[in-house]
C-alpha cells in the first residue's frame, strides 16, 4: 500500500472501537510489537553527504529499500549509520518521496541514472507525480528510441514464426511482411512492377500516333496496337486477381479483410476489365465502359502497400477530415455569395458569360486561388468592382487557412499519438492499481490460509512470509472486521466456484461439529457444510474410506502461491504419505499442528469438486483455513 | 473567412474566466489551520507528548493545512479496505469525529476521539460507540439507523465474501442487535440500555480491552 496512509493506520484501527457492539464474536487479538515503538531519528550517508530523517518517515513505504529491513544490510556499526555508495544528488529526491509522498523527476538528469537510482531503492516509476510524469515520459521514450534505432540497425530480421503455424498463417504473414522470406520479397516486388506497368500502359495507350500517311485521324497508340495492350491488360488483371484470392484465402478474418480499404482498392481495380469483358460491344453501353475504364487509374493506390508514407497521409488526411469539411464549408459559402453577386451585376449584360450562378460558380473559383484564366470576365462597372474584391478576399481566404490546417495537421497528428499513448498508460496504471489493491487482500488471504491467526513460535513461524508491522495491524484490523459480520474475505476466483457449485445444487449431511463452532452462520450453502465437515483428521474411517486416493491427488491450488511453500507441501506429503502416518492433518496441511480431536464424520469427497478442509481446535476461538483442490 | 475570425474570438474569450478560477483556488488552499499548544492538548487528552508529537508529525503530513475534509477523510479510510466500498461508513466515522460538525476534522478533533477510543474508559469508549450509531443525533437508536451502519459495514466486506451475503442478513444482524440490546422492548435503544447490554455482554468487554495499543 502506497503513501502515507501508513500514519492514519492507528486510527483506522481506533475507529474499528465502533465494531464491537454490533460483532457477535470476539476480536482477535492484535499483533504483539516485537520492539519498542519510539520514533528515533535515523542517519543515511550518501557517499559522504549525511541526510538525517524520522524513522517512521521510512516506514512509510514498507516496499522499498529504505522502508524494509533490507537497508539493514547497508547498516555501519562502526558510525552507527546508514551508509550508500550511489549518487547523492538524486539521493535528495529519492527521500523527498518518503517526505511529501510524490516523487519529481530531476530536468537536469539523465532519464537513465535516474531509472537506476529507482530500481537501486525499489521504488516504482510509476509513482512520479503528475507535475513531473510528462516530461519523465518523453525523455524515456526519446532514449529508448534512440537505443531502439541503434539495435535496429544491427539486426533486420524479423522474429522466427512458430513451428506449428499452418499454411495459411504463414501465406498470411508472408503477404503482411514480405522480408520474411524470399519468396514473398519476390512477390511483393513482382506485383509492385505489375502495377507500374499497368498504370503506364494506361497512360501511353492514350498518346496519339504519328498519323499514317492517308488517314486524317491521330489514332491513339491504344487502338493502332490495341492487341498488345490488350495482353498487357490481361496479364496485369490476372496477376491482381491471383494476388486478391490469395489474400483473400490467408486473411484470418475474411469478413475484416473484404471491408479493409486495401481489399476495396483492389476489387475495384481488377473489376472494369471482368465488366468489360461480359459487356457486350453495344454502342450506348460503351460510354458507360469508357467511363468505367477510369477506374483502372485507382491501381495506383494499390501502391500504399508497398509505401508507409502513403498510408501515413492517408491516415492523416483521415484524422484531419473535419477540419478539412470546415474549411470547404466556408469555402462554398464564399463561392456562393460572390457568384451570386456577380451574377447579378453582370445580368444585364449582352452576350455575357455569366449565364447563370453556377456558371459564376467557375468565375469566383478561378478568381479566388488567383488562377485567373481570363474566359469569363466582367464587363460592367459593379462587376469589376465585386470582381476585385472577390480576388481580395480569395488571397485572404486561402492564405489564411493554409497555416491553420498545417498546425491543425501537426496538432491533431501528435495529439492522436499521445492520446493513444495515454490511454495505453492509463489502462496500465488502472490495472496496477486493480493489482495492487488485489495484492492487499491476496496478503491478506494468502496469511489466512497460512494460518495466521494462531499465535506460534518456533518453526512456525518459517512458513510465514516476512511480514512488516504494518502489515500485521492491517490484517488485524481486517479481521477484525470478518469477526464483525461473521463472513470472510474471498477472491473472485473462489467466489465464482462457489456460485457455481451452489447451482448444481450438490447436497450432502452436515457435520455434527458444526454446531461445536460459535455462532456461526450456517443459512447459506450446502456445499459449504460439506467443505467445513470433511475432516482429514486423525479419524480413521476418514483413513479407511478412500481418502488416500484424494491424497493422490491433491495439490495446491492457488497460482500466487509462496514457490517455497509449495514445494514444502509436497515434500511433506510424500514424506508422510510414505510413512504411512495416520496424522493426515500434518501431510496435508504444511503448517504443524496437533492434531484435531473433534470426532466427527467424514464423508467421501468427490474428486471433481474443490474442497476447504477445516481445522477446529476445541476450546480455542480460532481456527485456520487451508484450501486444497482435488481433481 | 468569418468563420475563422470567430473560433479565433471565442478562443480569447473562454481563456478569461479559467483565470479567474485559479485565483480563486489559490486563495482557498492558503487557509490553514494550526492547533492549540501542545500543552493544552496534553491536558485535555490522555496522550503523552512524545504520543501527541507522532501524532500530529503523521496528521500536518497528510494535511499541510491542518484540517481533514470529508473527501479525503473517505479516500484514506478506503485504502485499508480495497475490496468492498468504505465511503459509507467513513461519512458516519466522520460525522462522528467531527464534534463541531462544520465539515472538517482538526487536530483537535481527531486527537480528542482518539484519546477516548485508545485510553478512554469502556464507558466513554460505549459512548462514543453510541454517538457513531445515532446518526441524527437525537438520543436513540432505532431501527432504521441500526440498519444504515450495518449496511456500511458490510460494503466495505466487497462481493466477495465466504459465505456468500445474502440480502436478509443486515436485517437479521439488525435484528439480533436489537433482540439485545433493545431491553425494554420499545423499538428504539437509549444509552443507558447500550451501556448496560454491553456491559454484560463478555465478548464486548474484552474486546475493548484489545485496542490499547495502536499508538
Redo the contacts between chains.
Keep these: 500500500m502506497a503513501a502515507g496512509v501508513a500514519t492514519w493506520l492507528p486510527f483506522a484501527r481506533a475507529a474499528a472501537v465502533g465494531w464491537l457492539p454490533l460483532a457477535t464474536k470476539i476480536m482477535p487479538k492484535p499483533p504483539v510489537e516485537k520492539k519498542s515503538r519510539n520514533d528515533e531519528i535515523l542517519f543515511v550517508n550518501v557517499s559522504g553527504l549525511r541526510f538525517q530523517t524520522w524513522k517512521n518517515t521510512l516506514d512509510r513505504y514498507p516496499d522499498t529499500l529504505l522502508g524494509s529491513s533490507e537497508k539493514e544490510f547497508f547498516f555501519n556499526e562502526d558510525t552507527q549509520e546508514y551508509f550508500f555508495d550511489r549518487d547523492p544528488e538524486m539521493f535528495r529526491h529519492i527521500l523527498n518521496f518518503y517526505r511529501t509522498g510524490k516523487l519529481h523527476y530531476p530536468r537536469q538528469e539523465c532519464v537513465q541514472a535516474f531509472d537506476e537510482e529507482l530500481a537501486f531503492y525499489g521504488i516504482v516509476p510509476d509513482i512520479i507525480g503528475d507535475c513531473c510524469q510528462e516530461e519523465y515520459r518523453d525523455r524515456k521514450k526519446e532514449n529508448q528510441e534512440r537505443l531502439a534505432e541503434d539495435t535496429e540497425a544491427e539486426n533486420a530480421t524479423d522474429a522466427p514464426l512458430p513451428p506449428d503455424s499452418t499454411r495459411r498463417e504463414r501465406l498470411w504473414r508472408a503477404f503482411e511482411n514480405p522480408h520474411t522470406s524470399t519468396m514473398a520479397l519476390v512477390f511483393y516486388y513482382v506485383t509492385g512492377f505489375f502495377i507500374a506497368v499497368s498504370v503506364i500502359a494506361n497512360v501511353v495507350e492514350t498518346i496519339p500516333t504519328w498519323p499514317i500517311k492517308g488517314s486524317k485521324k491521330d489514332l491513339p497508340y491504344g487502338e493502332k496496337y490495341s492487341l498488345a495492350f490488350f495482353c498487357m491488360d490481361t496479364a496485369c488483371v490476372l496477376i491482381f486477381t491471383f494476388e486478391y484470392l490469395m489474400r483473400l484465402f490467408a486473411a484470418p478474418s475474411r469478413c475484416k479483410f473484404m471491408r479493409s480499404v486495401m481489399s476495396v482498392i483492389d476489387v475495384v481495380a481488377i473489376m472494369p476489365y471482368y465488366i468489360g469483358l461480359v459487356m457486350p460491344e453495344n454502342e450506348d453501353v460503351s460510354g458507360a465502359f469508357v467511363t468505367l475504364r477510369v477506374f483502372r487509374v485507382f491501381r495506383i493506390f494499390k501502391f500504399s502497400r508497398h509505401s508507409q508514407g502513403l498510408r501515413i497521409l492517408g491516415y492523416t488526411l483521415k484524422s484531419c477530415a473535419s477540419e478539412l469539411g470546415f474549411l470547404l464549408f466556408s469555402l462554398t459559402m464564399a463561392i456562393i455569395i460572390f457568384a451570386t453577386v456577380m451574377f447579378y451585376a453582370e445580368k444585364g449584360t449582352k452576350g455575357t458569360n455569366f449565364t447563370s450562378i453556377p456558371a459564376s460558380f467557375w468565375y469566383t473559383i478561378v478568381t479566388m486561388t488567383t488562377l485567373g484564366y481570363g474566359d469569363m470576365v466582367p464587363n460592367t462597372i459593379a462587376g469589376k468592382i465585386f470582381g476585385s474584391i472577390c480576388s481580395l478576399s480569395g488571397v485572404l481566404v486561402i492564405a489564411l487557412p493554409v497555416p491553420v490546417i498545417v498546425s491543425n495537421f501537426s496538432r491533431i497528428y501528435h495529439q492522436n499519438q499521445r492520446a493513444d499513448k495515454m490511454r495505453a498508460q492509463q489502462k496500465v496504471r488502472l490495472a496496477r492499481i486493480r493489482l495492487s489493491k488485489k495484492g492487499t487482500t491476496n496478503a491478506f488471504l494468502h496469511y489466512k490460509e497460512e494460518g495466521g491467526f494462531q499465535n506460534r513460535d518456533g518453526d512456525g513461524g518459517m512458513f510465514l512470509k516476512n511480514r512488516s508491522t504494518f502489515e500485521h495491524q492491517h490484517h488485524h484490523l481486517l479481521h477484525c472486521l470478518e469477526k464483525t459480520t461473521n463472513h470472510e474475505f474471498t477472491d473472485e476466483l473462489t467466489f465464482s466456484e462457489m456460485c457455481m457449485t451452489e447451482s448444481i445444487g450438490y447436497r450432502t449431511s452436515r457435520s455434527t461439529s458444526i454446531s461445536s463452532q460459535q455462532g456461526m452462520s450456517t443459512s447459506c450453502c450446502p456445499r459449504r457444510a460439506k467443505r467445513r465437515a470433511i475432516r482429514l483428521a486423525n479419524s480413521t474411517v476418514s483413513v479407511s474410506r478412500g481418502s488416500v486416493q484424494e491424497l493422490d491427488t491433491l495439490q495446491v491450488h492457488k497460482p500466487f502461491r509462496h514457490q517455497s511453500r509449495s514445494s514444502l507441501n509436497a515434500r511433506t506429503e510424500d514424506l508422510k504419505l510414505n510413512c504411512d502416518d495416520r496424522d493426515f492433518t500434518a501431510a496435508i496441511i504444511s503448517i504443524p499442528t496437533p492434531p484435531a480431536n473433534t470426532p466427527d464424520e467424514s464423508l467421501s469427497p468427490s474428486p471433481a469438486f474443490h474442497s476447504i478442509l477445516r481445522n477446529s481446535r476445541s476450546g480455542s476461538f480460532t481456527h485456520e483455513t487451508v484450501k486444497i483442490s482435488s481433481l | 473567412?468569418?468563420?475563422?475570425v470567430g473560433t479565433l474570438a471565442m478562443q480569447s474569450r473562454q481563456r478569461r474566466p479559467s483565470r479567474d478560477k485559479l485565483d480563486d483556488e489559490l486563495e482557498l488552499s492558503v487557509v490553514c489551520h494550526r492547533p492549540e499548544g501542545l500543552e493544552q492538548l496534553l491536558a485535555q487528552t490522555s496522550f503523552s507528548k512524545?504520543e501527541l508529537?507522532?501524532?500530529y508529525?503523521?496528521?500536518k503530513?497528510?494535511c499541510p493545512c491542518g484540517v481533514v475534509n470529508e473527501e479525503t477523510f473517505k479516500h484514506?479510510?478506503s485504502?485499508?479496505?480495497?475490496?468492498g466500498d468504505a465511503s459509507t461508513y467513513a461519512h458516519y466515522?466522520f460525522n462522528?469525529f467531527d464534534s463541531s460538525h462544520n465539515g472538517s476534522i482538526k487536530f483537535e478533533d481527531?486527537v480528542a476521539?482518539?484519546s477516548i477510543?485508545?485510553r478512554g474508559s469502556t464507558t466513554e469508549?460505549?459512548q462514543?460507540?453510541f454517538n457513531?450509531?445515532d446518526i441524527n443525533q437525537d438520543g436513540y437508536i432505532n431501527k432504521e439507523e441500526m440498519t444504515h451502519?450495518?449496511k456500511a459495514?458490510?460494503d466495505?466486506?466487497?462481493?466477495?465474501?465466504?459465505?456468500?451475503?445474502?440480502t436478509d442478513?443486515t436485517k437479521?444482524?439488525v435484528d439480533?442487535?436489537f433482540q439485545k440490546?433493545d431491553k425494554n422492548r420499545d423499538g428504539v435503544v437509549t444509552l443507558d440500555e447500550?451501556i448496560l447490554s454491553?456491559q454484560e455482554d463478555e465478548?464486548?468487554m474484552?474486546?475493548?480491552q484489545?485496542?490499547e495499543?495502536?499508538?
Design positions: 473567412m468569418g468563420a475563422v512524545k508529537q507522532v501524532l508529525r503523521g496528521f503530513n497528510e484514506i479510510y485504502k485499508f479496505f480495497p475490496q466515522l462522528a481527531f476521539a482518539l477510543l485508545l469508549k460505549l462514543w460507540t457513531l450509531y451502519i450495518v459495514i458490510y466495505m466486506m466487497g462481493r466477495f465474501t465466504y459465505p456468500a451475503l445474502k442478513t437479521h444482524h439480533a442487535f440490546m447500550f454491553c465478548n464486548i474484552r474486546s475493548l484489545l485496542f495499543n495502536v499508538i
